[in-house]
């Protein structure tokens, strides 16, 4: 069949599906409900679009080996980069609303509760393919609220299901671990200096590296150099396990030095598509932020303080998943140990040559 254009995109089916409630039989057309329903459909649209993109970067990730040098690395770029795109959009988006009022939108409300965005499982999906864990979320037992604007048996199920396989962190979090250049064998010629004082001996350049870090602090910052010894060498010290589990939440001590490494020496032609892959995703975790920010203002505005349709405290309980969903944190996280470049230890020529072409 010659495709034509409604046919291709399926309209029938998408405009077919605006149905406001109140337009029905019996109650009181709601003029903003139309908006209200269209809005929601076009961010679980580009929803369907970020998860598809999540996938893409997923099947990468899982062949057996992905390296910087084919164009593997530039493709995950390149899709994390559009979802950031679609995430300007979702931004931008919110501020539709804000053409209707909060009268506007109470002639409306009570019609659909129990439903609320709270369930939208797409949305749950993007939080889970990135890395966020059900323990992780902010009220978790609301998810199994069922019929009182939790999720149904099966929605939950799919939830828990996508989250068993491994998130965006966790491949992530490998492809750092496996990254080459710091293996020892690379630094036995590198000039460390002896009189360091790292509570482990870890690796030449980490105790020189610590060295000048702890230099670089000023009088109020010094006990920054404990989170830095749990956060890049594993070392407790003394701190408890609460204060642990707060400073480095997602990836281990391995896959955060190759991660800080890469960052401080990005301008190495190797490094730099995997520098702007972190930095991408950095940038992933501050645009939801700003969703959610975004969202919040929005909910304050329309409905105060009242409850929420799927029966959250409202704006109290946003805020509080506003603050707990952040999912790349420790990568942000990482800028708290950088150091002036023209301090930056010389490189051994066995790492160079792993970061140089040719
Ligand atoms: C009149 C406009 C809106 C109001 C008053 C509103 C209100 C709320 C409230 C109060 C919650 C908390 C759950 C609850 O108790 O219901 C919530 C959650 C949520 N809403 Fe909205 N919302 C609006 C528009 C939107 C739009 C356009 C989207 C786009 C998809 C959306 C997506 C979400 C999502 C994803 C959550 C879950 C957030 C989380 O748990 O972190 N909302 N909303």
Same mark, same amino acid.
């Given at each position: 069949?010659?495709?034509?254009?409604?046919?291709? &995109?399926?309209?029938?089916?998408?405009?077919?599906?605006?149905?406001?409630?109140?337009? @029905?039989?019996?109650?009181?057309?709601?003029?903003?409900?139309? &908006? $209200?329903?269209?809005?929601?459909?076009?961010?679980?649209?580009? /929803?369907?679009? =970020? !998860?598809?993109?999540?996938?893409?970067?997923?099947?990468?990730?899982?062949?057996?080996?992905?390296?910087?040098? #084919?164009?593997?690395?530039?493709?995950?770029?390149?899709?994390?980069?559009?979802?950031?795109?679609?995430?300007?959009?979702?931004?931008?988006?919110?501020?539709?609303?804000?053409?209707?009022?909060? &009268?506007?939108?109470?002639? $409306?409300?009570?019609?659909?509760?129990?439903?609320?965005?709270?369930?939208?499982?797409?949305?749950?999906?993007?939080?889970?393919?990135?890395?966020?864990?059900?323990?992780?979320?902010?009220?978790?037992?609301?998810?199994?609220?069922?019929?009182?604007?939790?999720?149904?048996?099966?929605?939950?199920?799919?939830?828990?299901?996508?989250?068993?396989?491994?998130?965006?962190?966790?491949?992530?979090?490998?492809?750092?671990?496996?990254?080459?250049?710091?293996?020892?064998?690379?630094?036995?010629?590198?000039? #460390?200096?002896?009189? *360091?004082?790292?509570?482990?001996?870890?690796?030449?350049?980490?105790? *020189?590296?610590?060295?000048?870090?702890?230099?670089?602090?000023?009088?109020?910052?010094?006990?920054?150099?404990?989170? /830095?010894?749990?956060?890049?060498?594993?070392?407790?010290?003394?701190? *408890? @396990?609460?204060?642990?589990?707060?400073?480095?939440?997602?990836?281990?001590?391995?896959?955060?030095?190759?991660?800080? /490494?890469?960052?401080?020496?990005?301008?190495?032609?190797?490094?730099?598509?995997?520098?702007?892959?972190?930095?991408? &995703? =950095?940038?992933?975790?501050?645009? !939801?932020?700003?969703?959610?920010?975004?969202?919040?203002?929005?909910?304050?505005?329309?409905?105060?303080?009242?409850?929420?349709?799927?029966? #959250?405290?409202?704006?109290?309980?946003?805020?509080?998943?506003?603050?707990? +969903?952040?999912?790349?944190?420790?990568?942000?996280?990482?800028? *708290?140990? !950088?150091? @002036?470049?023209?301090?930056?230890?010389?490189?051994?020529?066995?790492?160079?040559? +792993?970061?140089?072409?040719?």
């Amino acid at each position: 069949m010659t495709p034509y254009y409604h046919n291709y &995109l399926q309209l029938d089916k998408i405009l077919g599906s605006q149905q406001p409630i109140s337009f @029905e039989a019996g109650n009181e057309p709601a003029h903003d409900e139309m &908006l $209200f329903i269209i809005i929601h459909q076009a961010y679980e649209l580009w /929803f369907k679009q =970020i !998860l598809f993109e999540l996938d893409g970067i997923s099947a990468i990730f899982n062949k057996e080996s992905i390296n910087d040098n #084919t164009e593997d690395a530039g493709i995950i770029l390149q899709r994390i980069n559009r979802i950031n795109k679609i995430l300007h959009l979702l931004n931008e988006q919110v501020h539709i609303l804000d053409t209707m009022t909060p &009268l506007d939108f109470l002639s $409306f409300r009570n019609l659909l509760a129990p439903a609320s965005g709270f369930q939208s499982v797409q949305f749950r999906l993007i939080e889970a393919k990135l890395g966020l864990r059900m323990q992780q979320r902010h009220r978790a037992a609301y998810y199994k609220r069922t019929n009182e604007g939790g999720f149904t048996d099966v929605d939950y199920a799919v939830i828990n299901a996508v989250e068993q396989a491994p998130s965006l962190v966790v491949h992530l979090n490998n492809w750092l671990e496996r990254m080459p250049f710091l293996n020892k064998e690379l630094w036995v010629k590198f000039s #460390t200096d002896a009189s *360091t004082d790292t509570p482990i001996n870890t690796h030449p350049f980490w105790n *020189t590296y610590r060295k000048l870090y702890a230099d670089s602090l000023n009088v109020y910052e010094k006990n920054k150099l404990a989170d /830095f010894d749990y956060i890049l060498l594993n070392y407790r010290g003394n701190l *408890t @396990e609460e204060q642990c589990s707060e400073l480095r939440q997602q990836f281990t001590a391995t896959a955060l030095q190759a991660a800080l /490494f890469i960052i401080l020496y990005r301008n190495y032609p190797l490094f730099q598509t995997s520098f702007q892959i972190i930095d991408a &995703l =950095i940038e992933t975790d501050h645009l !939801l932020g700003t969703w959610r920010h975004e969202h919040i203002n929005m909910v304050r505005r329309m409905i105060g303080m009242r409850v929420g349709t799927g029966n #959250t405290s409202g704006a109290g309980y946003l805020e509080g998943a506003a603050q707990m +969903h952040y999912i790349f944190k420790d990568l942000a996280g990482l800028s *708290t140990f !950088l150091i @002036e470049r023209r301090k930056l230890p010389a490189l051994p020529d066995a790492v160079l040559q +792993h970061l140089t072409y040719g």
